[in-house]
């Protein structure tokens, strides 16, 4: 079965978008690499299982990163599978003691697991799993944990008397596994061979730390032409790089020997016994050596249980036979065959000891067990001969079922043989199986935001053969719904694909490793709302036909609405210096109700307010509010920027807006009026001088009075508003050119700047005209009244 995602038209623009922000491989999935063999490890040695995720040039963000390594023990089935390591949401959790995942090397895509001091129970296959959001990959290897073996021999050199026997002995300890390969070599000036006789080899024993140890003796009886044999001790574990060899030389010598008179002539009655004997001894070995026996037959035996597309070793042990001549026929019925089909047949003969070896191979198209394609594979026999004359043929079988074509088949080996009236038949069937997928937690971002494109991702690993069957499901409010169905062979169903604007889009990545296993990633795609998606329960449930097992998971929906704001208002739009005043901000659309607003002048905190209370509850299931300030203004803020802060769960950092307080209206402040001379006198010109500043804006007129009446002289002349670049404010200066008349003499004049924004309250200041000669005179009178107490001088207002 094949899978290809569908995005829709109108999803396609916003999901590339959004995977834009993520770094992925080449092809678009995590493609994971790990140890390319076996690793071998020594017992008690600290080993580092190799994991990277190739595509990768920058650093990665760990928050985006998942990792976790399983173990499983060789042939064991996987719901024996577990959790080695950890590594979620940047926290690291080992489970078993030591292990270790490095930071520095996650960042470059290295998620390679350092486990020290490995014990031979670790022994097993390894699975790395990565998740990038939204890609995910995995890979396996395996590692096997073994002891090196100790070699010794009983003797470097041994000496042997011509006619007698010795033994020497080779010790192996502290192995493991117990798997280990031991023969004895000798080796002439002529030629080197193994020895198959007069060796007893035990069984291995155990040791308190889980090592083994065997011993192997072999019995010598030379001749003088022996002397100088050189005996080889070959032993071959898994452990070792090379063979160990052990050797031992022979020296044989002639024995001193007196031989009395006596002895003699009883040498001849014992030889006379000795030829009675042999002649039954004779007998006794054509009954044991030279008869024919018929051939021994075990049953087939296979692994616990096969694997699709994993190698497995059947045996078949034919022993004891004689005469040597044998033929062996291996036949395979297939459930819808109606009779067995001949796949290999092997015979042996004395004229022709190589063997006839005929091999007729069942095609798998697509197998890649070896160049014909087919399910088995058969090992050359070796006759083995042994010491009762006999002949023993071990038969091996290599395996790479697949449970579509294999599960059900009957394998079956026939045996003929000359001392058989019929041949002997061994059957077995096969049980083919598949392995379970396992899933891991769905994966989804940190934070899920309103009506953004969200990626729910649901990884499913390590099973075989293809297909599954994957469905999601939405729950809320007590209901549950089909949104997303995969079936083999069928066409996928999406909820609302038939609408213009559906609202989910579905995808598959598919992966397939060097064991022949699968990972699938299964993404689903929308755009969440509060009212639709909060709080609701979004399940993937997986169906695997092959192992009829089925899984599910299941993530809840969090969803925050980041909060949109308008700009600022102000009331009245140009505030008034002095007066109250009042600042609106409406901040909208934000989930949940929790929203801090801070206000602030030039970075000055002004208030601080929480919306819990005032917030309101849309139709759209979302939060409405409008925070308001109020504040005073003054001359020294026109141009600083009154800010509106807010804080909320859906944002990491505050967001603002801003407006500057430059349409601040500023009345106008008269700082002088005054009379230039000072005192004049009559008949003489005099400039009365008014000085207006600190107004904004710039729209001002000044209006003059002389008691109470006011008056348009042409004398009065006033300059045009001047901006104060420092302040920004505007002053400006009104002077009225008068020529001095007695009646001026002690006259109030006014003036009245009119501001036009802030014409409800006009800015007024006065002046007391006094005259010189009047000022004496007064002066003179006053002193004359009152002579202690001088006449005050009135300033102007």
Known sequence: MGWTGNLMPLLLPVLVALMAQVPLSEEGDLIVSMNSRAVKAIVNTDVLLECRVSGYTKQIDLKNVGVQWFFQELGSPDMTKREVYQFTGGKHTPYRKGATIFDDELKKGIASLFL???QFAEEGDYTCIVFITPDSGSGKSSMAVSATPQVSVSSNAITIENGTEKSVKCDIVGFYPVTIEMNWIQKTKDKEQIISKHICTGSPVENDDGTYNVSSRLRLRPTLQDSGTVYICYVQHRSLSKALKLTTQLTVKEPEVVVPVGIIFASVIVSILMCLVILGVGFYAYLKYLRKVPPKVSDISKPPRIIHLQEALLNCQISGYRPENISVHWSLQRKWEDKPNEIY???????????????KLISINGSQFDEQGGSFKFEMPVV???NDGSSSVHCKVMLLPDIHKDDGATLQVQVQHSTLAKPIIKKIMLKVEGIEPRMTDIVIPPHIIHEEVLAVTCPINGFKPRPLAITWYKQKNGITKEIVKLEPGKTEFI????TEQPKYAHSITELEYEDNTYSVTSILLFIPTICEDHDAGYVCEVKHPATNSSLCKEVNLNIKAIPKCD??????????????ACASCRIYSFFPKDIKVIWKKDGII??????DTEAVLGKDGLYYFTSRLKFTPVREDFGKMLTCEFQHKSITESRKTACELAPLVSPPLVKYIKSIPEFPMIGEEATIVCYAHGFFPKETMFMWFKNDERTDD???????????????????????????????HLMEFKVEVLHFPTS????????ILRLREQTKNSTAQEQAIRPSKPAPILMPA
């Open 116 to 118: 020290p001091n490995v």
């Open 345 to 359: 047949q092997w015979t042996y003969t004395t004229q022709n000891p190589t063997a006839d070896d005929q091999q």
């Open 384 to 386: 083995k001969h042994n």
């Open 495 to 498: 909820d609302g694909r038939e």
């Open 567 to 580: 700009d600022i208002k102000l009331t009245p739009e140009a505030p008034i210096v002095d007066e109250r």
């Open 606 to 611: 002004l208030e601080v307010m929480n919306a």
């Open 714 to 744: 042409p004398g009065i002349i006033s300059t045009d508003p001047q901006k104060d670049e420092e302040t920004g404010l505007f002053y400006r200066e009104s002077q009225w050119k008068l020529l001095i008349k007695p009646e001026y």
């Open 760 to 767: 409800h309250r006009p800015s007024r200041s006065s002046f």
